[in-house]
């Protein structure tokens, strides 16, 4: 008997400004506008795809000391953003990426359970940790975690945010008119939390919202990365774009689940994704390499080749040849918080490893680094791109996809014209939302669903 075909989950990303983004092209607009997000998002939601997602930086990053010219300046904080996005859509799921390491779980549990009462059930919190004392500077603790200690203090965060999204059953607003009576309980959100990183006790002040609580997504490619995921998110990000990569990363991740007396079925592998469409796969293939000269240019080729060598390169001609100069090893950093550098534990290495490339292939530095960064994940004609979808899906390589568009924000409408009917037609996509919470989009059962029976009774 063969097996049923899965059904693909999609969500898009509206991206900040780096180096998958096109910021120079004509058709390229603000990242700052609310148009923008609503364009996105209608978009998204016109595919149905499950959510949007947002990611966020929590400062600036610097190259040199200066702030870095492809970061966004000025981009408006998440859960603004989300929740006016809220008001424009009315099923597409809406997904934050908020730190567990420079907030506290009474007010990041409050802002969730308000988004998800504003939007009606379709509230994600992407759980991160910071990895360095560079972004903690911007706070009045300052510093940072080890990475075990960053996992510990995760994981009890998420544990005392649900504490506080339980601390409501949803049965205790009452608002009889007639006897005046508004609550039928009296210890209505309390909470109790004794532990090593949170000591609080209180009143939750959000009544339980439409969902219980948000969808949890992690993004951490780590044993305790994926470790946690196991133990309590509902979907995980992976950087993994090649079948082979995708299919270990998702049965390992899965086979952890167990273990958590979790089924499979309950955490979803989601790669981030770009892609790249023509009418041919011929065409797009040539696209997509005018778009990756146009996503590395010099300026940004001597930045990359900075993260590696760790000292200013700027007076190397990006269309000449590799530094014969060796990387500058030592704890400070010339690149201020960007995760790329913890990819290069061994920068001379690296540096030999490019060197060869380049003179093998009579490279620059400009074609080393649009030959050994980020490809786009799909590239052909909409037929092409939709079956190699499908394939990795089928083949469990992952249970969906999160696409990154190069342009912003109408970089997703061709896929949304073009792909989605095809995936529709497949029979392997939806062509109407069934339901109206995020839950509901994902396949994942309302929290209460899982209560123990003490408090399903109480």
């Given at each position: ?39 996105f ?14 990611a ?9 000391g200066?702030?870095?010219d ?25 997904t ?9 779980p ?17 509230s ?55 006897t ?7 210890k ?29 997504f992690?993004?951490g ?8 995921a196991?133990?309590?998110?509902d ?10 990569e ?20 309950q ?6 994704a770009?892609?790249?469409l ?10 997509a ?32 040849p ?22 290069y ?5 690296i ?8 003179e ?27 079956q ?33 009917p ?6 392997v996509?939806?062509?109407e ?26």
């Open positions: 008997m063969s097996k049923p075909l899965k059904q693909i989950h999609l969500a898009a990303h509206f991206p900040g400004v780096n180096n998958t983004t096109v910021w120079s092209d004509p058709a390229a607009g603000s990242h700052i506008e609310f148009s923008s997000f609503a364009h998002a209608r978009t998204a939601e016109r595919a149905k795809f499950d959510f949007l997602f947002l966020e930086g929590l400062r600036l990053r610097e190259q040199g200066t702030i870095y492809l970061d966004v300046v000025g981009r408006p904080d998440t859960f603004t953003v989300l929740a006016a996005l809220a008001a424009v859509t009315e099923r597409l799921g809406l934050g990426t908020i730190n567990s390491t420079f907030n506290e009474y007010e990041v549990a409050r802002q969730f359970a308000s988004l998800d009462h504003l939007s009606d059930g379709r994600a919190w992407n759980v991160v940790t910071s990895w360095d004392a560079f972004t903690g500077e911007n706070f009045r603790r300052g510093g940072f975690l080890p990475q075990d200690e960053r996992y510990s203090r995760a994981k009890e965060f998420l544990a005392t945010a649900h504490e506080l999204f339980d601390s409501w059953r949803g049965d205790e607003i009452l608002a009889d008119q007639a005046g009576t508004f609550l039928r309980d009296a209505a959100g309390a909470f109790v939390h004794l532990g090593q990183h949170f000591d609080i006790h209180g009143r939750f002040n959000v009544p339980r919202s439409p969902q219980g609580r948000p969808v949890i992690q993004a490619d780590s044993e305790e990365g994926r470790e946690f196991a133990s309590g998110a979907a995980i990000f992976s950087r993994y774009s090649t079948l082979k995708g299919q270990a990363f998702y049965t390992d991740v899965k086979s952890r689940l167990a273990k958590y007396g979790r089924r499979p079925d955490l979803l592998i989601l790669p981030a770009t892609f790249v023509g009418d041919t796969d011929q065409e797009a293939a040539e696209l390499r005018e778009v990756r000269r146009q996503q590395v240019s010099g300026a940004t080729a001597i930045k990359h080749l900075e993260f590696v060598w760790n000292r200013d390169l700027s007076a190397y001609d990006p269309e000449g590799l530094p014969d100069v060796d990387p500058v090893v030592a704890e400070e950093h010339i690149s201020r918080g960007r995760a790329q550098v913890r990819m534990r061994d920068p001379v290495a540096a030999r490893e490019w060197r060869q490339l380049a093998a292939n009579k490279w620059s530095i400009r074609d080393l680094v649009i030959n050994t960064g980020n490809r786009q994940s799909f590239v052909g004609s909409p037929a092409t791109v939709a190699t979808i499908n394939d990795f899906v089928q083949a469990d390589a992952s249970d969906g996809f999160i696409l990154v568009p190069h342009i912003t924000p109408g970089g997703l409408d061709a896929f949304a014209d073009q792909v989605v095809l995936l529709q037609e497949q029979g996509f939806r062509t939302y069934e339901g109206t919470t995020l839950r509901d989009h994902l396949g994942l059962a309302h929290p209460d669903a899982d209560a123990p029976a003490e408090r399903a009774a109480s």
